[in-house]
Structure formats: C-alpha cells, structure tokens
C-alpha cells in the first residue's frame, strides 16, 4: 500500500549536533512539506518542496535545512542552529490539485536532552 | 497572508450528543479549499471533510457537516451523535485553489468526549 513513512518515531539529540528526520512516499506525489507542531501552536511550515530540486522557505525555516534529491524522499535536517528544537514533527505530501489535501506521515518526536 | 482562527482551544461533548466546533479565515481569494483534519491520540492526522468554496452546498461525511459561511468567511464543523472516537486534536486548514500551495493549519480545538 501507498503511503508515507517517516522514521524514526522518537529521536534524541544533544544540545549542539544536528539531527536528520527521514520522509518517505511511494505515492508519486510530487509536493512535500515538514510542519512542526507545538502545544497550542497548530502546525507550523518549516519547508515545502513542489518539485525535485526546488525547495521553498516557509513560516519557521531558521534552524532547518533540506534537500529534495529524490521525488520520494524529503528529508529534513535540524541543525544547532535551531535554539527550540524540541517538538512533533509532521511530513506530507500531495498531487497537483489543490482539492487533495495531504497525506500525513506519522510524526517524529524530537527531543533535546 | 492567509490566516486561519479556531478560537475554541478546548471542547467537551456528551456522548451522543452533538457538537460545533469554530473557524474563522481571511484571505483575499475568491476561490480556495477548506479541510477539517483529526489528530487522535495516535497523533496520526485524518482527514475528516473538504469544502470547496465555489460550493454553496455544505459538505457532509457521515456524522460529520460543515456550516460553510463565505461571506463571513467562517468554516465550522458539526460532529453529530458523538461517540468516545471522536476525541481528538481537530485541526481547520486552508489551501488556495491554485497548485501544491501549502496549507495553513488553526491552531486546533482538543475535543473530549463524555461518557
């Protein structure tokens, strides 16, 4: 079945490294997001990409870097640079019509220790 | 910028009654989609329905409709017959009609079910 996989489902990192969260689709989707979620926040935009090779900023990029190698994979990198990085992170995709909403994966926790 | 406002951070509901939860928008476009997503406690996020605004007819899914009020620009989501599944995180989201444009997320409305 088709579906998006994040991995892994926790992850710790120590105050100062950077940490590289896993997005993966076999859905032939061609849009991809990371939103960040936050008690009392919703989700938030880190980065989207519409297509391979191209990616855009969104609402909370600094501290995020990614890269969009691979139709099927979006990952992102959250760097020492990211003061609260502590958090739920969701990754989706869509197809090219604005009527499909999104296909979520299932989330990882970020915490720093 | 588009914005999103669910101005009810938490609900409760008795089971089997019925329950509304709010959201308001702005955005300046005349055409655009309107979603109401489900995050349990599994923190999977579900679609539950879609509105196209070009639509006056309110969509309907099951035990769950929407008020579509455009010019009022409000999008408010009717859980009928609540049962103890329906507890959740819901989230009320907007997308322009145009493209892979992100979505803007509400800040969310934690609805607790009683039984």
């Known amino acids: 079945d088709g579906g998006i996989t994040q991995s892994p489902k926790y992850l710790f990192r120590k105050e100062g490294q950077n940490v590289t969260l896993s997005c993966e689709q076999n859905l032939n989707h061609d849009a991809m997001y990371w939103y960040r979620q936050d008690p009392g926040q919703g989700l938030r935009l880190i980065y989207y990409s519409q297509i391979v090779n191209d990616f855009q900023k969104g609402d909370i990029a600094e501290g995020y870097s990614v890269s969009r190698e691979k139709k099927e994979s979006f990952p992102l990198t959250v760097t020492s640079a990211q003061k609260n990085p502590t958090a739920f992170y969701l990754c989706?995709?869509?197809?090219?019509?604005?009527?499909?909403?999104?296909?979520f994966g299932s989330g990882t926790r970020l915490t720093v220790v | 910028a588009q914005t999103v406002t669910q101005s009810q951070p938490e609900m409760s509901v008795q089971e089997a009654e019925t329950v509304t939860l709010s959201c308001t928008y702005d955005?300046?476009?005349?055409?655009?989609?309107l979603f109401w997503y489900k995050q349990p406690p599994s923190r999977q996020m579900i679609l539950v329905i879609r509105?196209?605004?070009?639509?006056?007819q309110n969509a309907t899914e099951n035990r769950f409709s929407v008020n579509f009020q455009k010019a009022a620009k409000s999008f408010s989501l009717k859980i009928s017959d609540s049962q103890l599944g329906d507890a959740a995180m819901y989230f009320c989201?907007?997308?322009?009609?145009?493209?892979?444009?992100?979505?803007?997320f509400g800040k969310g409305t934690r609805l607790s079910v009683i039984a």
């Open positions: 955005t300046s476009e005349s055409d655009y989609y």
């Open positions: 989706a995709s869509s197809i090219p019509t604005a009527a499909g909403g999104y296909t």
């Open positions: 989201a907007y997308r322009k009609l145009s493209g892979n444009t992100p979505l803007v």
């Open positions: 509105q196209e605004a070009y639509k006056q």
